[in-house]
């Protein structure tokens, strides 16, 4: 008889199937409409736009993984990345349903919390955006509004700003190293503001440092 397969392992096999179909699917798209179109783009064009952005993301690919699977647990991760966006939506909405439910990252609970969480703001997303196209016309002059643009440009600070209160209050003297870091940063050469994907890791290790000092010092509860 086979061996049924565990929770983990079956995720995983989904998992990685449902990751190179997307793949794929991004892959023969442009393939498909080059081919019916009788339109190829040159080679060289193409390694010249591929070597200035492959690096990028790449690297920021890598240090996702690395920072935000711990935080999303299996199902959580593999949805996430499919459906992208995690930044922006999929990892506040995971951290903030978690926290809500009291549940932590990598137990069970917080397993399925976070596996849920993805799921409706995946579908949540899709159904936004899907209306947003069908009333585009309409409400171009709304989002276009100059009265709103602040609003726009805050959305991001906005969430993590919220999920940053919870987190900092649980344990201030941990996060206060990172803060001040990140900060003065910050101030000091603003035009790394667009780099925060590849800043995390970095938050985090400081982080991780100063709660070994403080637990060192005897300074810790």
Same mark, same amino acid.
């Given at each position: 008889?086979?061996?049924?397969?565990?929770?983990?392992?079956?995720?995983?096999?989904?998992?990685?199937?449902?990751?190179?179909?997307?793949?794929?699917?991004?892959?023969?798209?442009?393939?498909?409409?080059?081919?019916?179109?009788?339109?190829?783009?040159?080679?060289?064009?193409?390694?010249?736009?591929?070597?200035?952005?492959?690096?990028?993301?790449?690297?920021?690919?890598?240090?996702?993984?690395?920072?935000?699977?711990?935080?999303?647990?299996?199902?959580?991760?593999?949805?996430?990345?499919?459906?992208?966006?995690?930044?922006? /939506?999929?990892?506040?909405?995971? /951290?903030?349903?978690?926290?809500?439910?009291?549940?932590?990252?990598?137990?069970?609970?917080?397993?399925?919390?976070?596996?849920?969480?993805?799921?409706?703001?995946?579908?949540?997303?899709?159904?936004?955006?899907?209306?947003?196209?069908?009333?585009?016309?309409?409400?171009?002059?709304?989002?276009?509004? $100059?009265? /709103?643009?602040?609003?726009?440009?805050?959305?991001? $600070?906005?969430?993590?700003?919220?999920?940053?209160?919870?987190?900092?209050?649980?344990?201030?003297?941990?996060?206060?190293? $990172?803060?001040?870091?990140?900060?003065?940063?910050?101030?000091?050469? $603003?035009?790394?503001?667009?780099?925060?994907?590849?800043?995390?890791?970095?938050?985090?290790?400081?982080?991780?440092?100063?709660?070994?000092?403080?637990?060192?010092?005897?300074?810790?509860?």
């Amino acid at each position: 008889m086979m061996k049924e397969r565990s929770y983990r392992d079956s995720v995983h096999f989904w998992g990685a199937i449902w990751d190179l179909s997307v793949l794929a699917v991004l892959i023969l798209v442009p393939v498909a409409l080059c081919i019916r179109y009788e339109a190829w783009p040159e080679i060289g064009g193409v390694i010249q736009g591929f070597i200035g952005v492959a690096p990028i993301f790449w690297t920021v690919g890598c240090i996702e993984v690395v920072t935000y699977v711990p935080m999303l647990g299996t199902g959580g991760s593999y949805l996430g990345f499919i459906t992208g966006n995690l930044t922006n /939506l999929k990892v506040p909405c995971a /951290l903030s349903a978690m926290e809500n439910a009291d549940v932590q990252a990598n137990s069970e609970e917080g397993e399925v919390i976070s596996t849920i969480a993805i799921a409706v703001s995946a579908i949540t997303c899709t159904a936004v955006i899907a209306l947003g196209v069908l009333l585009l016309k309409q409400i171009e002059p709304f989002l276009n509004s $100059p009265t /709103l643009q602040p609003a726009f440009d805050n959305i991001l $600070p906005a969430l993590f700003g919220g999920l940053a209160v919870v987190y900092v209050s649980k344990n201030w003297k941990i996060a206060l190293a $990172p803060m001040v870091f990140m900060i003065a940063l910050f101030i000091l050469v $603003p035009s790394l503001a667009g780099s925060v994907g590849v800043l995390v890791p970095v938050g985090a290790a400081i982080a991780i440092a100063a709660a070994r000092i403080l637990y060192k010092a005897g300074k810790l509860d």
